[in-house]
């Protein structure tokens, strides 16, 4: 039994939905890859139960990362991209006090949960060192949607 | 050229690291003048915060003053609410206001510490400050 139709003519799936659909995606993670904060640095932030806290304005802020080491000790500071070895705190102060001056009016202060207060402590006093009396933002583990 | 997209859409997925929510208690830094003397109106109650261990339950507080002990974090915030004057009557022996000195060792865990801090602001108390570790 003949075939019917032209039989050189050959059968294609239609690509447009899938092409379309790639593009979202490809929309979609170039758009989202943009909202990544490259100044904090990857850490286990304390998690208080029950926390009552606010959400921090990343804009008007300047970042200050303590960088963990086992055992509650740290390797150093990273803030606003310039990593601080621990016995040069006056760098600290200087570099949050140039931030300050340039419009930030808030810093944020991002340490694990593990770390010992005795270092917490002294880089709060570097940030007090800097002057022109800037509000501290303690950050947290925010709630999981 | 869809090879190219596909290679794209690849590339995306992986490089891409989605932010995780965070949140922040705010404290001010008033500058320390050491010539100048402050006088309290009133005495802060301090509280004493040590770690005993990685969990989050590892953490012994301790209250300056003739208080009942406290041992956990929401006994502490039971304590402070209801010792705060204008809420569960006029027994009230502190003000919204009252200073809150948290008082941390060398070796007190940051996470310890905040959960302390959280404490304080759960019950509704606005100056809380963080001192020198003991």
Same mark, same amino acid.
């Given at each position: 039994?003949?075939?019917?139709?032209?039989?050189?003519?050959?059968?294609?799936?239609?690509?447009? $939905?899938?092409?379309? !659909?790639?593009?979202?995606?490809?929309?979609?993670?170039? *758009? =989202?890859?943009? %909202? /990544?904060?490259?100044?904090?640095?990857?850490?286990?932030?304390?998690? $208080?139960?029950?926390? !009552?806290?606010?959400?921090?304005?990343?804009?008007?802020? *300047? =970042?200050?990362? %303590? /960088?963990?080491?086992?055992?509650?000790?740290?390797?150093?500071?990273?803030?606003?991209?310039?990593?601080?070895?621990?016995?040069?705190?006056?760098?600290?102060?200087?570099?949050?006090?140039?931030?300050?001056?340039?419009?930030?009016?808030?810093?944020?202060?991002?340490?694990?949960?593990?770390?010992?207060?005795?270092?917490?402590?002294?880089?709060?006093?570097?940030?007090?060192?800097?002057?022109?009396?800037?509000?501290?933002?303690?950050?947290?583990?925010?709630?999981?949607? | 050229?869809?090879?190219?997209?596909?290679?794209?859409?690849?590339?995306?997925?992986?490089?891409?690291?989605?932010?995780?929510?965070?949140?922040?208690?705010?404290?001010?830094?008033?500058?320390?003048?050491?010539?100048?003397?402050?006088?309290?109106?009133?005495?802060?109650?301090?509280?004493?915060?040590?770690?005993?261990?990685?969990?989050?339950?590892?953490?012994?507080?301790?209250?300056?003053?003739?208080?009942?002990?406290?041992?956990?974090?929401?006994?502490?915030?039971?304590?402070?609410?209801?010792?705060?004057?204008?809420?569960?009557?006029?027994?009230?022996?502190?003000?919204?206001?009252?200073?809150?000195?948290?008082?941390?060792?060398?070796?007190?865990?940051?996470?310890?510490?905040?959960?302390?801090?959280?404490?304080?602001?759960?019950?509704?108390?606005?100056?809380?400050?963080?001192?020198?570790?003991?």
């Amino acid at each position: 039994m003949a075939r019917r139709g032209n039989p050189s003519s050959a059968i294609n799936a239609n690509m447009t $939905p899938m092409i379309d !659909v790639t593009f979202l995606l490809i929309v979609f993670f170039v *758009v =989202v890859s943009q %909202i /990544v904060d490259r100044d904090a640095v990857s850490m286990d932030l304390p998690a $208080p139960s029950q926390a !009552v806290a606010g959400i921090p304005d990343n804009q008007s802020g *300047v =970042v200050v990362n %303590i /960088v963990p080491l086992e055992h509650g000790d740290v390797a150093g500071i990273v803030v606003a991209g310039h990593t601080i070895a621990w016995d040069s705190m006056h760098e600290l102060s200087d570099i949050v006090e140039t931030r300050l001056r340039g419009g930030a009016t808030e810093v944020h202060l991002r340490a694990d949960r593990t770390t010992k207060y005795l270092y917490v402590h002294q880089v709060i006093e570097a940030i007090r060192a800097a002057g022109l009396n800037p509000r501290l933002q303690l950050v947290i583990e925010g709630e999981q949607p | 050229m869809i090879d190219v997209v596909f290679l794209l859409l690849i590339y995306f997925m992986v490089a891409t690291e989605f932010k995780t929510a965070e949140e922040s208690f705010p404290m001010d830094l008033p500058l320390r003048d050491y010539r100048q003397t402050i006088q309290l109106d009133s005495e802060p109650l301090v509280i004493f915060v040590e770690s005993a261990g990685d969990k989050k339950s590892d953490l012994r507080i301790r209250l300056d003053g003739p208080w009942d002990t406290v041992s956990s974090i929401e006994e502490l915030v039971l304590f402070l609410q209801s010792n705060k004057a204008g809420r569960f009557g006029a027994s009230g022996l502190f003000t919204e206001t009252h200073p809150i000195l948290i008082r941390p060792t060398k070796e007190t865990r940051w996470g310890h510490t905040i959960a302390a801090y959280n404490a304080a602001v759960r019950a509704k108390y606005v100056n809380i400050t963080l001192d020198e570790p003991s």
